[in-house]
């Protein structure tokens, strides 16, 4: 009988991290994270695939997605349906998302369900051995009826190289 092969994860295999201590204190004040959500820098060596118990990783380019911290609660309650972890996805999974969450809430309509998310994004993991295996959001019947959200960045590099390990709220 063979041995198992290791899992590959692409997350452990990314490009320097270029996040400093300086930057960390900008998201807080410019995005107003509480101190309540813990942040701090991974280590070179630390698995980013197995962070220590509490923690996530996070990217933080998607802040500029509309992204806010502590998650909002539908936000949660969707991520929990679609049972990734929070360092999975990709930037445009994020636009779509909170596309939707914003739609939603302009139009009156209270926040939106998983039901209602998924009505309009299928979520897939990338088969792309280049993608790592992120997640990603791809809108339903878009030739028949258009996105839903559209104007969705086609390529975006550098977002792997922002990240950090979340813990708290």
């Known amino acids: 009988m063979g041995v198992p092969k290791e899992l590959v994860f692409g997350v452990d295999y990314l490009e320097p991290n270029k996040i400093t201590e300086r930057e960390i204190a900008r998201f807080r004040a410019e995005y107003f994270i509480p101190d309540s959500v813990g942040m701090r820098i991974p280590n070179p060596t630390e698995s980013l695939s197995g962070p220590k118990d509490g ?15 502590p998650l909002q609660p539908a936000v949660q309650r969707i991520l929990a349906q679609i049972g990734y972890a929070l360092g999975q996805f990709n930037p445009n999974f994020w636009v779509a998302l909170m596309g939707v ?3 939603f809430g302009m139009a009156g309509e209270g926040e939106p369900s998983y039901e209602q998310f998924s009505h309009l994004y299928s979520v897939t993991k990338s088969k792309c051995a280049d993608h790592g295996g992120w997640v990603q959001a791809n809108c ?7 996105d839903f959200v559209n104007a969705v960045p ?10 950090v390990l979340l ?3």
């Open 154 to 163: 086609t390529s975006q590099k550098t977002w792997r190289k922002w990240r």
């Open 140 to 146: 339903l019947k878009a030739t028949e009826r258009g």
């Open 167 to 169: 813990s708290g709220d």
């Open 55 to 69: 923690e996530v990783v996070f990217f933080t380019d998607v802040l500029l997605q509309g992204v806010r911290l």
């Open 101 to 103: 969450v914003t739609a």
